[in-house]
């Protein structure tokens, strides 16, 4: 395990250390002591580690994340794991506004409860929160999965395109376009393993939740483009 | 941008520390708001006595004889202490208005900066460390303050367009965001008898709520008003001589953190303002809802 004390060595020499970590390394666990709250902590990484962080972050923590796993171990700012790429983000406490927001792939858990703008313009990333998420939660969400084992607030999944919404609890008011749709075995399928994925299958089963997903009224959905969603 | 930092004390304890927790959280605010700074701090009123706060550009010239020259005006004992660019006047509390009057006479070109029991208002442009530094503000005891480091949008950067903004007795507020209709609500508040002294939009949100706590509304009800009547976006943080409150537009893209324990209550734009607080790894932290009221008081 490799400590890094960021208060003492600070945010360019921490995110320095973490971008030469390239492809395959010995030093493959890596634990950053004293946060205290700072932006863009373990952004842009693109190596197999397992990164952990002691206490809360503030803006941007784990952007850009490529294969790595990030963990915080207390809450995070905004913007946490944007534009995500691949790997896996657990944030043990809160996330502030568009966590998650424009990511293309890899695994977002957050396991207390997201604010605002949650999963915006999603393109293919899974979010599982263990809590509840704010307003405007998946705007104009593409592509991807978002599971909430809470509540949702308003407008929710508002000009949504192609992104699957699951929701255990209630949702203040769905956005334009947005509609409730069957729950089928595929569904129920994928939700098991996003659950089982999020660390969330002993909170939650996958019959306990709604689907909700586009109407496809408000953008020209083609049949014929349905395999690039 | 901008950052806000407010510190609401329940453990009489932590009193003569309050300006150096506030400072240390204003200066972490530094990146949000770098061209002026202003800070509200509320003492413990002594009763039937009043402050009033003033701030001159030619604080030599002006404030040399202002004690003696205000006493001799409102018929009453003044005592005044400069720090730099500002004075604060102690005076009896029924002088008060009688003393806003007189300022305008005896010194035409000095702004006051509040006036109440327990209210004393700082703000200069310049870094929030500076500012602060300027204005001794760590060495400074209080039951709650305000802070608040600007990036200017809607008007000048200029002293008086700094933050906080005083617009009646023991009343203050701050705002991260722009309001879009402040100019005409500015129009209605001034045919209510309301004064302004910039065209920032700022004093207008703290204008309007004055206007509503004068009206007899309660806190929480003029705070509520807000929502209705100004347009645009805004994470507000106000004081009173009792305590403060904050609230956020529906939409709530500018960030607020709160943090509560047995001691205090906490308010930052950002988490990191609020990290050498005292037991703050154990403290209730959490954002405040969109388009909702919450307020401390004692």
């Known amino acids: ?229 | 941008m901008c950052g806000i930092v407010g510190l609401f004390l329940k453990d009489p304890k932590l009193e003569p520390q309050l300006g150096a927790m506030l400072t240390d959280m204003l200066i972490t605010m530094t990146d949000r708001g770098p061209d002026s700074a202003g800070i509200a701090i509320y003492g413990r009123p002594e009763k039937g006595k009043a402050k009033l706060t003033v701030q001159s550009a030619n604080p030599d010239a002006d404030f040399a004889t202002l004690a003696d020259d205000l006493g001799k005006a409102i018929a009453g004992k003044v005592t005044g202490v400069v720090k730099d660019t500002h004075m604060v006047l102690e005076l009896p509390e029924d002088r008060l208005e009688a003393a806003r009057h007189a300022m305008r006479d005896l010194r035409p070109k000095a702004k006051v900066m509040s006036a109440g029991e327990g209210i004393e208002i700082y703000k200069e442009v310049g870094l929030p460390k500076d500012v602060a530094a300027r204005f001794e503000v760590s060495r400074m005891s209080g039951t709650h303050g305000i802070g608040h480091t600007r990036m200017a949008t809607e008007s000048a950067v200029t002293t008086m367009g700094a933050h906080p903004f005083s617009t009646g007795a023991d009343q203050c507020l701050v705002h991260n965001g722009s309001l879009s209709n402040h100019n005409s609500v500015r129009r209605v508040l001034r045919q209510a008898g309301m004064t302004f002294e910039t065209e920032n939009d700022t004093e207008v949100a703290a204008a309007f709520i004055s206007h509503k706590l004068q009206e007899g509304a309660k806190l929480g009800e003029a705070m509520e008003a807000t929502l209705t009547d100004l347009d645009g976006f805004f994470t507000f943080v106000v004081g009173t001589k009792n305590g403060f409150g904050v609230v956020r537009d529906p939409i709530a893209c500018k960030p607020a953190v709160m943090a509560e324990t047995d001691q205090y209550v906490a308010f930052g734009s950002e988490y990191r303002a609020m990290v050498n607080l005292p037991g703050i790894d154990n403290a209730r932290v959490w954002e405040p809802e969109p388009a909702t009221v919450y307020f401390w008081e004692r």
Request: glycine letters at 14%.
């Open chain 1, 1 to 229: 395990m490799q400590t890094f004390d960021l208060a003492a060595q600070g945010l360019r020499a921490l995110n320095s250390t973490l971008h030469g970590l390239k492809g395959q390394t010995n030093q493959t666990a890596w634990e950053i002591i004293n946060p205290k709250g700072a932006h863009a902590i373990a952004v842009g990484l693109d190596a197999p580690v397992d990164v952990t962080v002691r206490g809360s972050t503030g803006y941007y923590c784990a952007g850009m994340n490529k294969q790595a796993t990030v963990r915080v171990k207390g809450s995070a700012g905004p913007g946490v794991a944007e534009n995500m790429m691949s790997g896996t983000v657990i944030i043990d406490g809160d996330a502030s506004q568009y966590a998650g927001a424009t990511g293309r792939g890899g695994l977002l858990v957050i396991k207390g409860n997201a604010s605002s703008r949650c999963g915006i313009s999603m393109k293919g990333i899974d979010i599982v929160v263990h809590g509840s998420i704010g307003h405007m939660s998946a705007f104009m969400a593409q592509s991807g999965n978002m599971v909430v084992l809470g509540d949702a607030g308003e407008a929710l999944g508002d000009s949504l395109y192609e992104a699957r919404l699951f929701v255990r609890g209630s949702v203040k008011s769905l956005g334009a376009d947005c509609i409730e749709k069957e729950m089928r075995p595929e569904h129920l399928a994928l939700l098991a393993d996003l659950l089982k994925r999020g660390e969330a299958d002993h909170l939650a089963k996958p019959e306990e939740f709604k689907r909700y997903g586009s109407a496809r009224k408000l953008y020209t959905f083609n049949i014929d483009n349905a395999s690039s969603y």
